[in-house]
């Protein structure tokens, strides 16, 4: 409705303030977002830490994999509660982080796969290893400049 109005009365988005356009992202108010924001990304830092934990046990790696892709499945969807999902989808698979987003949602399948179908160990741990390295190349690329710094930073560590 706040929207319309806006429209009725000559302001356009670029007017906006950054809350503005958040709260127009979904019908859920921003108390409600944000409360579920970190809701989903606390429980997705908790499942990805019980899964380490769980690593230590006998057996543990399958709880692990499959602990720490669910935690990083809800870390990952949090951000769905301030953005909105259908701009979420659109900012994953922009043409900056298209790579990114495709080698760790593989990442994620892959790991699953590993545990529970394939029965791989080191394997699963793996593509735990090579979920973690994706996710954060896939964060800084939200980060201006951030994935030419480390690229810059591992390149004179090399040489």
């Known amino acids: 409705m706040e929207k319309l109005r806006r429209v009725l ?4 988005d670029e007017e906006q303030g950054l809350t503005a356009q958040v709260l127009d992202a979904s019908t859920l108010s921003f108390n409600t977002r944000l409360k579920w924001f970190v809701i989903c990304f606390v429980s997705g830092i908790f499942f990805s830490f019980l899964g380490t934990g769980l690593l230590w046990l006998p057996g543990g790696i399958k709880l692990f994999a499959v602990f720490y892709t669910f935690g990083n499945i809800a870390a990952l969807a949090s951000t769905c509660f301030l953005m909105g999902p259908v701009k979420q989808l659109k900012k994953m698979f922009e043409t900056t982080r298209l790579l990114a987003t495709i080698v ?3 990442c994620l399948v892959l790991t699953l796969c590993a545990a529970l179908w394939w029965r791989k160990k080191g394997l699963a741990l793996l593509f735990c290893i090579l979920q973690f390295l994706s996710l954060t190349w896939y964060s800084l690329s939200y980060i201006p400049y951030a994935r030419d710094a480390v690229i810059k930073c591992c ?5």
Do not use: V
């Open 9 to 12: 009365s000559g302001q356009d």
């Open 104 to 106: 760790m949602i593989l």
């Open 155 to 159: 390149s004179s560590l090399l040489s």
